[in-house]
Nanobody, 116 residues
């Protein structure tokens, strides 16, 4: 299973971006898909997650601004980011857990930079 993330970029504060992460391969089903981020000199943190059944979870700092989605519970996950703030600047990584296993996969990361 490989995860390919895309959609990062440079945006002004208050702007929006949509990140996407697609899983490729065959013979697998993914359970939880999530977005993490890591800013310079900070630990990686969970931003948002979504299960196959559509249950979502967000870190408090993005609630009301970010939306995670996973159309038809397939192997692609999106993160719509609105009202971006300079504090959202980080490298964003997607992560996926394979159903019925302990296997976890990470994407390569996509940079989001928010200018003030």
């Amino acid at each position: 299973v490989q995860l390919q993330a895309s959609g990062g970029g440079l945006v002004q504060a208050g702007g929006s971006l949509i990140l996407s992460c697609a899983a490729s391969g065959s013979g697998f089903t993914l359970h939880v898909m999530a977005w993490y981020r890591q800013a310079s000199n900070k630990q990686r943190e969970l931003v948002a997650s979504i299960t196959r059944s559509g249950t979502t979870n967000y870190v408090d700092s993005v609630k009301g601004r970010f939306t995670i989605s996973r159309p038809n519970a397939k192997n692609t996950v999106y993160l719509r980011m609105n009202a971006l703030k300079p504090d959202d600047t980080a490298t964003y990584y997607c992560k996926a857990d394979r159903l019925y296993t302990n296997l976890t996969y990470w994407g390569q990361g996509t940079q989001v930079t928010v200018s003030s």
